[in-house]
């Protein structure tokens, strides 16, 4: 699969899963975790950037690029973000790192925000591009969103129901699905070693296995963790930085900084990204970077 020149691959064991990780870059240590349906080579318009201030560490979610993709269980507590979260936690003891920094993008920045909930001491500050907690964007949903947003309950299906039509034309919904959340609605804003590396997990049956497995948890139990952080009153500890598209999913939810306030215990800040879809890294990785540089580097 593609790698981001300049950065190294490795593959590491974090419990019951091996990891694909790029890293690449000297500083404060930054996790970049990536979204549907990409992998680490979401970030390859930041990361050189990002690496001349920091330590960037780009893994592979369990499912996705190069890393395993375990078999789903009943209760789909396998592909949940709290097992994501904790193959993250596990990552971090490999390198080393007590904390770091986490920057994280749609799947990515779920894994990111239950992390923070899970494992508060090992998140330093928390950076969130496009999206809103699960829990929140089930509850904001309404005839428009459920249309735009239509994939969560597709991919949700009992298997094999979504595996099996997508796997009709897996490299073709790849496609379909990053260009209708462009703000173009065109493949323009990726590169072509970025959309091999999608297309090639569109056309792998294990991978749409997981992908659709992934958001199986995001119905079940991923909402039901969210519930209960929110029933027991818990927050966010760590400084949280929210991005979200002019175009995008959460601008559809009614008011989403304020939505993330009421996660978080402390210092909040927000930008809504202008003449961007969905994938902002790729559509305007300029203003991205102009948002999270001073974020990340503060002290």
Not at 35 to 58: R, S, T, V, Y
Not at 127 to 151: N, Q, S
Request: hydrophobic share 45%; net charge negative.
């Amino acid at each position: 699969m593609s790698a981001i020149p300049g950065f190294s691959q490795s593959l590491i064991e974090v419990g019951d899963v091996c990891l694909s990780v790029h890293q690449g870059g000297e500083g404060a240590p930054l996790i970049l975790l990536h979204g549907f349906p990409q992998n680490h080579m979401a970030w390859e318009k930041l990361a050189p950037d990002l690496a001349k201030d920091f330590h960037c560490i780009i893994p592979d979610l369990r499912g996705y690029g190069d890393s395993d993709a375990p078999a789903d269980d009943a209760d789909h507590h396998v592909y949940s973000k709290r097992a994501m979260a904790g193959d993250i936690a596990r990552l971090m003891d490999f390198l080393g790192l007590e904390r770091a920094h986490v920057l994280g993008h749609d799947r990515g920045a779920r894994v990111a925000y239950r992390l923070a909930l899970d494992h508060p001491d090992r998140v330093e500050r928390l950076g969130i591009i496009e999206v809103v907690p699960t829990g929140d964007f089930w509850r904001a949903w309404d005839a428009d969103l459920a249309l735009k947003a239509y994939h969560w309950s597709f991919l949700a299906q009992p298997a094999p129901l979504p595996e099996r039509m997508i796997c009709a034309d897996g490299p073709g919904f790849i496609d379909w699905t990053l260009a209708s959340w462009t703000q173009c609605r065109g493949l323009e804003p990726f590169s072509e070693a970025a959309l091999a590396a999608y297309r090639a997990q569109g056309a792998d049956p294990v991978r749409v296995g997981a992908m659709c497995a992934d958001y199986r948890a995001g119905a079940t139990m991923d909402r039901a963790l969210d519930e209960a952080d929110r029933l027991a009153g818990n927050k966010i500890a760590a400084p949280v930085l929210f991005l979200w598209a002019s175009a995008g999913f959460p601008a559809r939810t009614g008011d989403p900084l304020a939505i993330w306030q009421g996660w978080c215990a402390g210092e909040v800040t927000g930008k809504e990204l202008h003449c961007t879809g969905h994938f902002a890294m790729e559509e305007v990785p300029g203003a991205v970077l102009e948002a999270v540089l001073p974020f990340f580097q503060a002290r």
